[in-house]
Nanobody
Framework: QVQLVESGGGLVQPGGSLRLSCAAF????????MRWYRQAPGKEREWVAA????????SYADSVKGRFTISRENAKSTVYLQMNSLKPEDTAVYYC?????WGQGTQVTVSS
């Protein structure tokens, strides 16, 4: 059974940092490009970052470029999203994705 399980969300002050993790189960993780998306209240889900199956290709949305870093550990079937210099507009539920598969999401709230 395919599962993506996100963790690491929480409440952080503006300028702070969080590291999200997404553990994958039930498929050959190392064959898949992994992506992070987010959805803020009242807004559509938007793509945040992507990393190719062995990490050779990485891309970011302009809104997070220079502040967020995506990485992966294929030996642990886990993808990460390091988020620095967080802003209130980064507040959203963050989801990891592998093609048709989605996690349940983890809430990130940036507020003073």
């Amino acid at each position: 059974q395919v599962q993506l399980v996100e963790s690491g969300g929480g409440l952080v002050q503006p300028g702070g940092s969080l590291r999200l993790s997404c553990a994958a189960f039930g498929f050959t993780f190392s064959r898949y490009t992994m992506r992070w998306y987010r959805q803020a209240p009242g807004k559509e889900r938007e793509w945040v970052a992507a990393i190719s199956n062995i990490g050779g290709s990485i891309s970011y949305a302009d809104s997070v470029k220079g502040r967020f870093t995506i990485s992966r550990e294929n030996a642990k079937s886990t993808v990460y999203l390091q988020m620095n210099s967080l802003k209130p507009e980064d507040t959203a539920v963050y989801y990891c994705n592998a093609q048709a598969y989605w996690g349940q999401g983890t809430q990130v709230t940036v507020s003073s």
